[in-house]
């Protein structure tokens, strides 16, 4: 499947500022696991267009293994789960924020992966759902969490319920087809709800910083969205932004430190050998301008 028009504007004038850098990557990454939560494969993605009239950033997701919806129903992430904690931390600090805009009430959670959010949620009175398409996380989800959760891509969910929220964490960047994407979500937000969302902005410092090194141009990454495409997203869907912010998140040090990896073993057992003898393994760091933010954004 090759890609010949823009996913926002169906414009069919593309340029390439961002050539394939999966030759280089070939080493550091196991074949599937690029579709993981913990991904290692930072900074390797496949040829990255940029739309000439609308300046959407994209790619094709996956030139080599086809199927992306097989790739994520089979996808299997234990190691997501030792990031409990830190996840957490991040998820409360969020609700904090949406909980500032909209009453407690029903909330749908997309792409949920293992409920980590879900958990923060219920804990202070949300009535929540998800939706996952890996069949390893929504049974996790569902098994040692109790949630309510449709194992699938959001295309195939269907339901009577509306939302006073619905939440996409980390998602939109996945989808080679935000536009239908955000058109199914508009009709299951209510009225006076909300939709929030996380993704990574080209118009932000760090991603300014790095140019076509943006460690988050990756294999699982499909749309790059700026600030302009992102407002065109949200007129074509039918939703207006009410407000950004940049994403904080919390992070183990030893999950840094396991990062390292992808540099070869030797640094890793250096760096985790250097933090034990620190004890600062566990400690946790907050980190800001990653190229991530929150959107809130209501319906027109
Ligand atoms: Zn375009």
Known sequence: MAIDNCPLCGGTELELPYP???????????????????SLGLGIHPDIFRCTACSMVFNEAAPECGDVAGQYAQVEDPEYLAQRESRRLT?????????????????????????F??????????????????RWAADYARNELGFD???????????????????MWDVLEH??????????????????????FA?????????RLFGRHFPLFMEMHTVHFNNRTLQMLLDKTGFR?????????????????????????????IATAASRLMSVEDRILWTGMVGVETYFARPV
């Open 149 to 167: 959760v449709f194992n699938g891509p959001v295309e195939q969910y269907r339901s009577d319920q509306t939302f006073d929220v619905i939440t």
């Open 199 to 207: 993704t990574h902005n080209l118009d932000t410092a760090v991603a």
């Open 175 to 196: 989808v080679p087809n935000p536009v239908e994407v955000l058109t199914i979500l508009r009709r299951y937000v209510r009225p006076d709800g909300l939709l929030v």
């Open 241 to 269: 932004l009410d407000r950004k912010h940049n994403q904080k998140r919390a992070v183990r040090v030893g999950y840094l430190i396991s990062r390292l990896r992808r540099f070869g073993a030797t640094p890793e057992r």
């Open 20 to 38: 394939s850098t999966l030759a280089k990557g070939k080493k550091a990454i196991a074949a599937g696991s690029q579709y993981h939560c913990t």
């Open 117 to 134: 959010f879900l958990e923060c949620a219920r804990e202070r009175g949300w009535n929540v759902r998800g939706v996952e398409p890996s």
């Open 91 to 115: 998820f409360h600090r969020e609700l904090d924020a949406i909980e500032a805009e909209q009453r407690i009430g029903d909330l749908l959670d997309v792409g949920c992966y293992t409920g």
